[in-house]
């Protein structure tokens, strides 16, 4: 017995020693644009960035993406992700990356190490988490819904307006809500997680012989089993007979509100008629029940949503 603790003793240092280098190969830093981050990266291990969210752009001298073009570093990014990854391709190699996020440049010193770190985890600074939620006036909301309209200019042109921006194309295979008289199309959802907020286009078909007279923002939203109201809304409130009509809505709410939905859920749409005629919506007509909703991947998956609030015009 005395002979195994003395092994264990004898062990323990080292055992700690080691703990401590694989350790400090997964540092986290604050984000901080006037800090020049210098990073070890060895050409048989892989570090990965990770930024808050969506990075805007990657630039760099003396790398290459496929690993054909001549480079000192190897670098590995998906658009629309927060996160890249690189390895070295030459000893003693060094060079200067720089990152887009935020409306930020955040400038990185990469050196070819035999000690390199396998993972930098960078966190928003105090008080400037990138999802802190900025005061929702209406004027703010109606911002939304004009970014999301022109969702495909800003990201060709201005991709920082948008970098944060959850878009789900629904366009080629709209979600249907069959009401009968009358049928939504979800054609395109946007989330703005920095605001708590969806954004909906949406296509409305009158299939009657008579206008349909409805109030929009009370329109109901059905995410599983909860309904939910615009916070804003510019579609029409009158749909003449077997016309079609398109706009957008809002939806808002606290923390727990649509920033706990995913846009992978079946949205279907009910208008709120003048008319007394009620129907219930179906996602489509192979539909037989509306789904649970479900949570959007980055939140915990135990947190149940609240309902969010309605902002009052």
Not at 71 to 96: C, E, M
Not at 126 to 148: C, E, M, Q, V, Y
Not at 197 to 214: A, C, G, S, W, Y
Request: aromatic share 6%; net charge negative.
């Amino acid at each position: 017995m005395n002979q195994l603790i003395k092994i264990i003793l004898l062990t323990l240092p080292l055992s700690l020693t080691n703990a401590h280098a694989v350790e400090k190969r997964v540092q986290d830093f604050v984000l901080d644009d006037h800090t020049v981050y210098e990073v070890p990266v060895s050409g048989t291990r892989v570090t990965t960035i990770s930024f808050p969210s969506a990075i805007a752009a990657v630039d760099a001298a003396l790398t290459t993406s496929d690993g054909k073009t001549p480079g000192v570093f190897q670098i590995a990014h998906t658009k629309g992700t927060a996160y890249f990854s690189l390895r070295a391709l030459a000893k003693d190699a060094t060079t200067n990356l720089n990152v887009r996020w935020n409306n930020r440049t955040y400038v990185f010193e990469l050196r070819e190490s035999t000690e390199p770190w396998y993972s930098v985890v960078l966190q928003p600074p105090p008080g400037k988490s990138n999802h802190t939620l900025r005061p929702l006036t209406p004027p703010r909301l109606i911002g939304l819904l004009d970014k999301a309209k022109a969702f495909s200019l800003l990201k060709t042109q201005q991709s920082d307006a948008v970098a944060s921006v959850e878009h789900r194309d629904l366009r080629d295979k709209p979600q249907i809500s069959d009401c009968g008289d009358y049928e939504v199309r979800l054609m395109e959802a946007f989330r703005f997680p920095d605001d708590d907020t969806i954004v909906f286009q949406l296509i409305i078909t009158n299939r009657t012989d008579k206008p349909i007279e409805h109030t929009p923002e009370k329109l109901e939203v059905h995410i599983g089993d909860r309904i939910v109201n615009p916070s804003v809304s510019d579609l029409t409130s009158s749909i003449a007979a077997h016309e079609t009509t398109s706009g957008y809505i809002a939806i808002t709410g606290g923390l727990e509100g649509p920033n706990n939905v995913s846009l992978k859920n079946e949205f279907t749409f009910a208008l709120a008629r003048h008319d007394p005629t009620v129907e219930t919506p179906t996602s489509s007509p192979t539909t037989s029940s509306t789904p649970k909703a479900t949570p959007d991947e980055s939140t915990t998956p135990e947190s149940a949503p609240i309902e969010p609030t309605p902002i009052p015009q």
